[in-house]
């Protein structure tokens, strides 16, 4: 084999040798958490073009998100094939695997092959959180329009930079019509990487500036409906206990220091990398960050007016978390090579990106304040700076060491969904200090090797890894909807006629079970509320709702109070609703839309048990025409 053909062939397995790591890596750090969260919304959108009586349910009634997107069709088309879960999953994969393709490729054009792999790694084992309360984060383990419309926006921006800008454009414009909301930014970002600096700062101030005009306009005109409502009143009560995210005065000081994160982080990689083309997407990602909390904010306290307050844009700091962990592989890799300060302020980034138990604005102030520094830097400090560096090396290795040794002692919670090894290896890759530890040994590994047998070897060694992992990162834990499931409650769905409402009493996140098993609309749940912001109807009849249900169970719905209550140290998980009776079930079933309840308790009226095994076996199916009937007048 000439020496060229030989240099070709071992590029490429050794490509493909960390390809299979990377899917190892993923496979060990990501677990699909199938349709739980807001992936059962989506799903029931889309299980709603093909069973047209799911329409009729309070989420979907009166309009929703869904409105805004073509994702639901094409979903629904996929589900029509395969099933529900199948779709979810195939999709998800699909999804998963083109956002990575699309980041790596993004970097690549950037930079080399070297620092891609490192900034893909990162991206798998730094969580990329925006918004407040945890709530949401790019690159999520469940599916939902956002994945699909963040895929796009990636592969839009590396168009871009491989200078396909014509297709970078009409991507991230096909991505609107996946979801608005998370595709916005992508188009603004391409704006102000296409426009000169001051342009894009005239641009972003004049849409600040509109966004107030509208707010005041709303505020101004205070109608109850169309392009300039504005929320108020029992629609304004409902969003804010619901939906308390959407207002930023109502957001905690961690919550600030988790937005302004990736804002410093590019702020390092401003000052650190010479290059100008990952420079300028580290500006223009700041740029659209800032102006989406400049806007959700005015929405949040003037009026509020609907459009804007839906609008949610402070989602856009979504683009602004990306690019901040993007880019922290060439900063740390320039970092590192300068004579100064470099490894110093590298281990401190990396340290406070990967260990928990150090304070990352801590280690990012200190990097800073180096960097800055390096000027009045002598060489006797620079000894002295590299010999720090390498005793936070150590003391980072140890501090992984001991934890992987604690969890090598400790017994795996998962006992029993896989194999012992398995467990213990997803524990400790979980670990980014550890997985980061993997990465590095194998990349040296890989790298140094002159013989293409040896990389052949490695690439058998993570396709194995990859081979085990993955199917236990994709296995689907759900249940809800599944033909088993369906089959098991064929004598409450046949007892349910299309189209009818169904109460679960007793479980606050019923609407799974409703939706995907018995086929039929929710009464009222958590899940059904998510929807309030995007419709004042859906707002009352969720109040009206909760009132009817008052007699057993407080409202789930209302998150800032139960939120409130648990910052004040009160015990709220622990509170169960109240056993059903005659006299409750009476008066709740005179509520014309409750056409069915579900319970444990049996009060009389004839009631459908269920005997098969699962969550339900015992428990009571209630027809509420039968208990209108035959109940007693209060």
Same mark, same amino acid.
């Not at 009586?53 to 979907?60: K, Q, R, S, V």
């Not at 997985?435 to 060694?461: D, E, H, K, N, Y």
């Not at 939706?515 to 004042?536: C, E, M, N, P």
């Given at each position: 084999?000439?020496?060229?053909?030989?240099?070709?062939?071992?590029?490429?397995?050794?490509?493909?040798?960390?390809?299979?790591?990377?899917?190892?890596?993923?496979?060990?750090?990501?677990?699909?958490?199938?349709? =739980?969260?807001?992936?059962?919304?989506?799903?029931?959108?889309?299980?709603?073009?093909?069973?047209?009586?799911?329409?009729?349910?309070?989420?979907?009634?009166?309009?929703?998100?869904?409105?805004?997107? @073509?994702? =639901?069709?094409?979903?629904?088309?996929?589900?029509?094939?395969?099933?529900?879960?199948?779709?979810?999953?195939?999709?998800?994969?699909?999804?998963?695997?083109?956002?990575?393709?699309?980041?790596?490729?993004?970097?690549?054009?950037?930079? +080399?092959?070297?620092?891609?792999?490192?900034?893909?790694?990162?991206?798998?084992?730094?969580?990329?959180?925006?918004?407040?309360?945890?709530?949401?984060?790019?690159?999520?383990?469940?599916?939902?329009?956002?994945?699909?419309? /963040?895929?796009?926006?990636?592969?839009?921006?590396?168009?871009?930079?491989?200078?396909?800008?014509?297709?970078?454009?009409?991507?991230?414009?096909?991505?609107?019509?996946?979801?608005?909301?998370?595709?916005?930014?992508?188009?603004?970002?391409?704006?102000?990487?296409?426009?000169?600096?001051?342009?894009?700062?005239?641009?972003?101030?004049?849409?600040?500036?509109?966004?107030?005009?509208?707010?005041?306009?709303?505020?101004?005109?205070?109608?109850?409906?169309?392009?300039?409502?504005?929320?108020?009143?029992?629609?304004?009560?409902? @969003?804010r206990e619901r939906s308390q995210f959407?207002?930023?005065?109502?957001?905690?000081?961690?919550?600030?220091?988790?937005?302004?994160?990736?804002?410093?982080?590019?702020?390092?990689?401003?000052?650190?990398?010479?290059?100008?083309?990952?420079?300028?997407?580290?500006?223009?990602?700041?740029?659209?960050?800032?102006?989406?909390?400049?806007?959700?904010?005015?929405?949040?306290?003037?009026?509020?007016?609907?459009?804007?307050?839906?609008?949610?844009?402070?989602?856009?700091?979504?683009?602004?978390?990306?690019?901040?962990?993007?880019?922290?592989?060439? *900063?740390?890799?320039?970092?590192?090579? +300068?004579?100064?300060?470099?490894?110093?302020?590298?281990?401190?980034?990396?340290?406070?990106?990967?260990?928990?138990?150090?304070?990352?604005?801590?280690?990012?102030?200190? *990097?800073?304040?180096?960097?800055?520094?390096?000027?009045?830097?002598?060489?006797?400090?620079?000894?002295?700076?590299?010999?720090?560096?390498?005793?936070?090396?150590?003391?980072?290795?140890?501090?992984?060491?001991?934890?992987?040794?604690?969890?090598?002692? =400790?017994?795996?919670?998962?006992?029993?969904?896989?194999?012992?090894?398995?467990?213990?290896?997803?524990?400790?890759?979980?670990?980014?200090?550890?997985?980061?530890?993997?990465?590095?040994?194998?990349?040296?590994?890989?790298?140094?090797?002159?013989? @293409?047998?040896?990389?052949?070897?490695?690439?058998?060694?993570?396709? *194995?890894?990859?081979?085990?992992?993955?199917?236990?990162?994709?296995?689907?834990?759900?249940?809800?909807?599944?033909?088993?499931?369906?089959?098991?409650?064929? +004598?409450?769905?046949?007892?349910?006629?299309?189209?009818?409402? @169904?109460?679960?009493?007793?479980?606050h996140n019923s609407a799974s079970f409703?939706?995907?098993?018995?086929?039929?609309?929710?009464?009222?749940?958590?899940?059904?509320?998510?929807?309030?912001?995007?419709?004042?109807?859906?707002? /009352? /009849?969720?109040?009206?709702?909760?009132?009817?249900?008052?007699?057993?169970?407080?409202? =789930?719905?209302?998150?800032?109070?139960?939120?409130?209550?648990?910052?004040?140290?009160?015990?709220?998980?622990?509170?169960?609703?109240?056993?059903?009776?005659?006299?409750?079930?009476?008066?709740?079933?005179?509520?014309?839309?409750?056409?069915?309840?579900?319970?444990?308790?049996?009060?009389?009226?004839?009631?459908?048990?269920?005997?098969?095994?699962?969550?339900?076996?015992?428990?009571?199916?209630?027809?509420?025409?039968?208990?209108?009937?035959?109940?007693?007048?209060?």
């Open positions: 084999m000439a020496i060229a053909d030989r240099r070709a062939a071992q590029h490429g397995l050794a490509t493909l040798a960390l390809a299979l790591l990377m899917v190892g890596i993923w496979s060990m750090t990501h677990r699909y958490r199938d349709l =739980s969260a807001d992936a059962e919304l989506y799903a029931v959108q889309a299980l709603s073009k093909l069973r047209p009586a799911l329409a009729t349910d309070i989420y979907l009634q009166n309009g929703s998100q869904d409105r805004y997107t @073509v994702f =639901s069709w094409f979903y629904s088309k996929l589900i029509a094939v395969l099933g529900l879960h199948q779709a979810a999953l195939c999709l998800y994969v699909a999804c998963a695997a083109w956002f990575l393709t699309a980041a790596w490729l993004l970097l690549r054009r950037l930079s +080399d092959e070297r620092t891609a792999w490192l900034a893909l790694l990162l991206l798998m084992i730094l969580v990329g959180r925006y918004g407040s309360y945890g709530v949401f984060r790019f690159s999520e383990e469940y599916l939902t329009a956002r994945t699909v419309a /963040e895929a796009m926006t990636v592969t839009a921006l590396a168009c871009f930079f491989g200078g396909a800008r014509a297709w970078a454009v009409a991507i991230a414009c096909a991505a609107m019509f996946i979801h608005p909301l998370m595709a916005l930014p992508g188009v603004f970002l391409l704006l102000c990487l296409w426009a000169p600096p001051r342009v894009s700062i005239i641009v972003a101030l004049a849409g600040i500036g509109l966004a107030g005009f509208i707010a005041l306009l709303a505020l101004h005109i205070a109608r109850p409906k169309g392009p300039l409502a504005l929320i108020d009143g029992t629609w304004l009560a409902v @969003v959407l207002f930023l005065q109502l957001w905690r000081a961690a919550d600030w220091k988790g937005n302004a994160q990736p804002f410093a982080s590019l702020t390092l990689t401003l000052l650190v990398v010479p290059n100008p083309r990952m420079r300028r997407l580290a500006w223009a990602a700041m740029l659209v960050g800032a102006s989406g909390l400049c806007v959700a904010l005015i929405a949040s306290t003037i009026g509020p007016a609907a459009i804007l307050l839906q609008g949610q844009a402070w989602r856009w700091v979504w683009l602004t978390s990306f690019a901040a962990i993007l880019l922290l592989a060439p *900063t740390l890799l320039t970092m590192w090579r +300068d004579e100064k300060c470099g490894p110093a302020c590298a281990m401190l980034l990396l340290s406070g990106a990967t260990c928990a138990a150090l304070n990352i604005w801590a280690c990012l102030a200190l *990097t800073l304040l180096l960097w800055l520094a390096r000027p009045y830097i002598t060489i006797r400090i620079a000894h002295l700076l590299r010999f720090a560096a390498l005793m936070l090396a150590l003391v980072l290795v140890a501090w992984t060491i001991a934890n992987v040794w604690t969890i090598a002692r =400790s017994p795996s919670p998962e006992a029993g969904r896989e194999s012992v090894f398995l467990a213990l290896m997803r524990n400790i890759v979980g670990l980014p200090a550890a997985c980061l530890m993997l990465f590095g040994l194998s990349w040296w590994w890989i790298s140094t090797r002159r013989s @293409v047998w040896s990389v052949a070897a490695a690439c058998a060694a993570f396709g *194995t890894l990859a081979a085990f992992a993955l199917p236990g990162a994709l296995k689907q834990s759900g249940t809800y909807g599944t033909d088993t499931e369906i089959k098991a409650y064929a +004598d409450w769905r046949n007892a349910i006629p299309a189209g009818s409402n @169904v109460a679960v009493i007793g479980v409703v939706w995907f098993t018995l086929g039929r609309a929710d009464y009222l749940s958590i899940d059904q509320s998510s929807g309030v912001v995007f419709s004042r109807d859906t707002a /009352e /009849e969720i109040m009206r709702r909760s009132e009817v249900l008052e007699p057993l169970q407080q409202p =789930s719905w209302k998150v800032m109070t139960y939120l409130a209550r648990a910052a004040r140290g009160e015990k709220v998980d622990e509170e169960q609703d109240l056993p059903l009776t005659s006299t409750a079930l009476t008066r709740m079933c005179r509520d014309k839309e409750l056409d069915f309840m579900i319970a444990r308790e049996s009060v009389g009226f004839d009631p459908l048990r269920h005997t098969q095994p699962g969550a339900y076996k015992d428990w009571y199916l209630y027809d509420c025409r039968r208990v209108r009937v035959q109940g007693q007048p209060a």
